[in-house]
């Protein structure tokens, strides 16, 4: 093997090229991914946040931010199903918002009940000691600048109403390319001039001896004017809709599979080309009569030799990367599994480039040592 | 059909198809003893190297046989004849194929990793052996530090790792000077008189007849004549 390793450390100028190849590659990769991995959470991140197990929503809406109002009494119907234990509304609508120094713009106005669920960012929970009012506003740190409040707490407009802004939270960033602000459904409805009964969003849990699916089914009988699905189908039909259906989605994942098979692209050629240019040593090994084996290992020690250190370099490089693009684009995120899933088929491509290329070394014209 | 040592029997080897088809060789049957060194001569495209190739178990003839070490083995698997190559025969070349990124010392020291994966102090004989030709301070340099007929020992050296029986050397002083080619020419020759080996050189190189036991002519793929010059 120390031929592998001495022709790597010998032509250092084709090392660095192979390596900055599989680096490329991987930073692309999973720059990538973590867009498209950030896109897909963000557009489902409220629905993921809640606790409930069934979502009841207008017939045909495809994503959180485009809810409709549902009929009063669907929320009692609700709660008599066998099985449901408690309810919760939620509601969004854009709404105007005016800074503490007059400037107007608009924001996704977000209300939920309390029992909706812990992670869902709602101001009147028993959350510490700094009890915040009830009716407080909470916006995330990555729009601090769009809100333009200095200082908190922030009495502010939306909607011409009067609203208290008390606090930052982290990781509700904007995605529509508004803020969202969050508050009490009970101030929500208020500010967006909802009736007290009308709500966008049912959320129901379910007692544990009961089946979801039962429950699910029995709501759909019950109420087959509107769309019941479990948290998870609405997550999906969320990140389906926002993926598939739109234009920017649609970039995204597209940019994301490209990124992808450019980046397999990139690392074949590379190694491919690193292995050609040996070849003649290669059929020299088969001259002197190397078996096969012989001659595979030095290729594959190679080629894995690049393919991890470039795949490294590559993963280093991306993770300042992405760390710096949270400022910019505050929902692109790479979830722990990202790095290994682009570095393993990087290294499989690595490894895959130098068998398709040793078989040309392996099956070289026997002739070809013999030319001067 | 006929036993020989090293040699080939009525092998005819052509490129192409059809029309298109171009004989390297027609049925030729040549014979090298054990314990000679032989010459084969040729103007360019009479076969030479095609021949080599034959006898070095890298190329099967259309039709005829090749025998070393008193093997068919033509009939072989390519595994197969990968061990005959791995036993019994060794190459050096024109432009000695040296592994560039290695010193003199791990060149001949692969040459034995390859030959005799088994054997330990692989890099202690691999020094005998430079020691032998001379290159015992240039163990550690690699070949690009090297002159051209120190290339070419450190090439002999590997390609005696192993302890090989055969010798195939492609023009193997056409790189060198007068000197230099000389001392090559003496080298392979002492690898027949002090060591038995059996050695065949494809060379244009006038010098090497003094040095040979017999002279092959080839021309057009055919044997054009044969001499016992020693």
């Not at chain 1, 029992?115 to 700094?130: C, I, K, L, W, Y």
């Not at chain 2, 030959?115 to 330990?120: E, I, K, L, N, Y």
């Given at each position: 093997m120390k031929l592998a390793l001495q022709n790597i450390l010998h032509d250092r100028g084709r090392f660095s090229v192979t390596v900055f190849g599989v680096c490329f590659a991987v930073f692309l990769m999973v720059f990538q991914g973590s867009l498209l991995a950030g896109f897909l959470q963000a557009a489902s991140k409220l629905i993921d946040a809640s606790d409930s197990d069934i979502w009841i929503t207008a017939r045909?809406?495809?994503?959180?931010?485009?809810g409709t109002t549902l009929e009063s009494h669907v929320r009692e119907m609700a709660a008599g199903?066998?099985?449901?234990?408690e309810t919760g509304r939620v509601c969004m609508a854009f709404a105007v918002y005016r800074t503490p120094i007059g400037k107007q713009q608009v924001v996704a106005l977000v209300g939920a009940d309390p029992?909706?669920?812990?992670?869902?960012?709602?101001?009147?929970?028993?959350?510490?000691?700094?009890q915040l009012s009830p009716d407080a506003v909470l916006y995330d740190v990555s729009d601090r600048k769009q809100m333009e409040?200095?200082?908190?707490?922030a009495e502010v407009e939306i909607n011409r109403h009067r609203a208290n802004i008390e606090r930052e939270i982290q990781g509700y960033g904007a995605f529509l390319g508004v803020p969202f602000l969050f508050t009490s459904y009970r101030n929500a409805i208020r500010y967006m001039g909802?009736?007290?009964?009308?709500?966008?969003y049912i959320l129901l849990r379910v007692d544990k001896a009961y089946p979801v699916s039962q429950v699910q089914q029995s709501l759909k009988q019950r109420l087959p004017e509107v769309d019941v699905l479990t948290r998870d189908e609405f997550a999906h039909k969320a990140r389906m809709y926002w993926t598939i259906k739109t234009g920017a989605g649609g970039a995204i994942l597209t940019a994301a599979v490209l990124g992808f098979l450019i980046g397999l692209v990139v690392v074949s050629q590379t190694i491919y080309a690193n292995t050609m240019e040996n070849l003649e040593e290669y059929a020299t090994l088969k001259a002197l009569g190397a078996p096969q084996a012989f001659v595979a290992r030095i290729v594959l020690t190679q080629a894995l030799i690049c393919g991890v250190i470039g795949s490294v370099l590559g993963l280093l490089a991306v993770v300042p990367s992405i760390t710096y693009a949270k400022s910019l684009i505050p929902w692109i995120s790479a979830p722990w599994w990202l790095p290994g899933a682009m570095v393993a088929p990087s290294l499989a491509m690595c490894s895959l480039a130098s068998i398709v290329s040793v078989r040309s070394a392996l099956t070289v014209e026997p002739g070809r040592v013999f030319r001067a | 059909m006929p036993n020989l040592f090293l040699g080939v029997e009525g092998a005819t080897v052509s490129f192409g198809q059809e029309d298109a088809r171009v004989y390297a060789l027609r049925d030729v049957s040549l014979s090298f003893e054990p314990g000679t060194l032989s010459l084969v001569m040729g103007p360019s495209g009479s076969g030479k190297t095609t021949l080599l190739s034959m006898l070095g178990c890298l190329l099967s003839p259309d039709e005829g046989s090749v025998f070393v070490d008193g093997v068919a083995?033509?009939?072989?698997?390519e595994a197969e004849r990968t061990v005959v190559r791995q036993k019994k025969i060794s190459f050096v070349f024109q432009v000695f194929r040296?592994?560039?990124?290695?010193s003199a010392l791990d060149n001949v020291a692969l040459g034995f990793e390859i030959?005799?994966?088994?054997?330990?102090r692989r890099t202690e004989k691999a020094r005998d052996l430079l020691l032998q030709f001379g290159l015992g301070d240039k163990l550690h340099q690699e070949p690009n530090e090297l002159s051209a007929g120190e290339k070419q020992r450190v090439a002999i050296a590997r390609a005696l790792a192993g302890n090989p029986p055969i010798l195939l050397a492609d023009e193997?002083?056409?790189?060198?000077?007068a000197e230099a080619g000389r001392n090559i020419c003496q080298i392979l020759r002492s690898q027949v008189d002090e060591h038995g080996r059996t050695v065949v050189v494809v060379s244009?190189?006038?010098?090497?007849e003094k040095f040979a036991d017999r002279i092959v002519t080839l021309c057009d793929g055919c044997v054009e004549e044969e001499v016992g010059v020693l």
């Open positions: 045909g809406v495809q994503a959180f931010e485009f199903v066998p099985g449901v234990t029992t909706v669920g812990n992670r869902f960012p709602v101001p009147d929970r028993h959350e510490s000691a700094d409040v200095d200082t908190l707490p909802f009736g007290s009964d009308q709500a966008m | 083995v033509n009939g072989l698997s040296l592994f560039h990124s290695l030959r005799d994966p088994a054997a330990s193997p002083t056409a790189s060198l000077d244009h190189d006038p010098r090497w």
